[in-house]
């Protein structure tokens, strides 16, 4: 399988994922927990991610976004963001790269700005 195959699976499967609870039929979420370790105390977290679209729209064009964002974030919390230039969407893809550590190949990062700019952008 190839990376590109293996991301678009995750991100599929992720977008399934996030389909199911969105509809409230995932399971319910476990009980929290806590460790405690020299004096400090983790604690579980449960997330809710916003309800939105399974995959981004517009077919092969947004394969490349389907597989490296739906991993952290529902189509629909990128859609409804605010048209932004293409120089933006440029400093947005960069900063999930580069603070959030999104594992974003560097060769699919002009397809997802064209995407974004075409999808959202701003003239």
């Given at each position: 399988?190839?990376?590109?195959?293996?991301?678009?699976?995750?991100?599929?499967?992720?977008?399934?994922?996030?389909?199911?609870?969105?509809?409230?039929?995932?399971?319910?979420?476990?009980?929290?927990?806590?460790?405690?370790?020299?004096?400090?105390?983790?604690?579980?977290?449960?997330?809710v991610?916003?309800?939105?679209?399974?995959?981004?729209?517009?077919?092969?064009?947004a394969?490349?976004?389907?597989?490296?964002c739906?991993?952290?974030?529902?189509?629909?919390?990128?859609?409804?963001?605010?048209d932004?230039?293409?120089?933006?969407?440029?400093?947005?893809v960069?900063?999930?790269i580069?603070?959030?550590?999104?594992?974003?190949?560097?060769?699919?990062?002009?397809?997802?700005?064209?995407?974004?700019?075409?999808?959202?952008?701003?003239?």
């Amino acid at each position: 399988m190839t990376s590109l195959n293996k991301r678009l699976f995750s991100g599929a499967l992720m977008a399934s994922a996030l389909a199911l609870i969105a509809g409230g039929i995932a399971a319910r979420a476990a009980d929290p927990t806590s460790v405690t370790a020299a004096g400090v105390t983790l604690t579980s977290q449960s997330v809710v991610y916003p309800a939105g679209a399974n995959l981004f729209p517009g077919g092969a064009a947004a394969q490349v976004v389907n597989a490296n964002c739906l991993t952290c974030h529902s189509a629909g919390m990128v859609l409804n963001q605010p048209d932004l230039t293409r120089a933006a969407w440029q400093g947005e893809v960069m900063k999930m790269i580069k603070f959030y550590h999104a594992p974003i190949n560097a060769a699919d990062i002009p397809a997802i700005v064209d995407y974004l700019v075409k999808t959202k952008g701003k003239p």
